[in-house]
């Protein structure tokens, strides 16, 4: 087969707009977008960030200790019901199979909401992570600047004479001062 270099519109047929979606419908080209499909069946919308706020509230509260009081009061109910009740009313004899059955159940389903709930807050965690690298490199940059200020600060004031450098000059020409004076006065 022939290399077909045209560009993808001079690839595209020609025609009224309704033609044109028949024929991209029928062409098997791997270059050219295909038209969505419409379905009988509608599809409900999935929000997958809304199913995931679900999943850490449900972690959150099963590792709470209002979760495990309250799995201890069923399962004591439970046992205690199938054990001293009247055999006409008890639902799940000794073995307790169905009790078993709803545990399993119960944890099929909260370690993969729990590992859902891990994952979003890793992946807080990471975004976290990055602003507070990128504020610490603002900040160690920020105290080099700060550091390379000070020291030129610190250089310029070695080559400035300072006040007490000053003081004391001016101290010992005042005494210098005073012992010419006394000794004009002598003479």
């Known amino acids: 087969m022939p290399r077909d270099d045209r560009s993808t519109e001079d690839r595209r047929p020609r025609g009224s707009g309704t033609d044109d979606r028949r024929l991209l419908r029928n062409t098997n080209r791997l270059d050219i977008p295909r038209e969505l499909r419409r379905t009988i069946v509608l599809r409900s919308a999935y929000d997958a960030d809304a199913f995931g706020r679900l999943s ?11 979760f495990l009081v309250y799995m201890t009061a069923t399962i ?39 590992l859902l ?3 979003r807050q890793e992946a807080r965690d990471r975004v976290q992570y990055e602003r507070d690298r990128d504020v610490d490199d603002r900040t160690r940059a920020d105290m080099e ?8 600060l610190r250089m310029s004031v070695g080559e400035v004479a300072t006040r007490d450098f000053i003081r004391s000059e001016l101290r010992s020409l005042l005494a ?6 006394r000794e004009d006065d002598r003479v």
Do not use: C, H
């Open 56 to 66: 850490e509230r449900i972690a959150r509260f099963l590792g709470t200790g209002q």
């Open 76 to 114: 004591l109910f439970w046992v205690g019901w199938n054990i001293f009740a009247p055999e006409s009313v008890r639902f799940d004899q000794y073995p307790f199979i169905f009790l078993t059955l709803a545990l399993s159940l119960q944890a099929s389903y909260a370690a993969p909401l729990i």
């Open 117 to 119: 709930a891990q994952n």
């Open 145 to 152: 600047f700060l550091a390379r200020e000070m020291a030129s």
């Open 176 to 181: 210098d001062l005073e012992l010419k004076s």
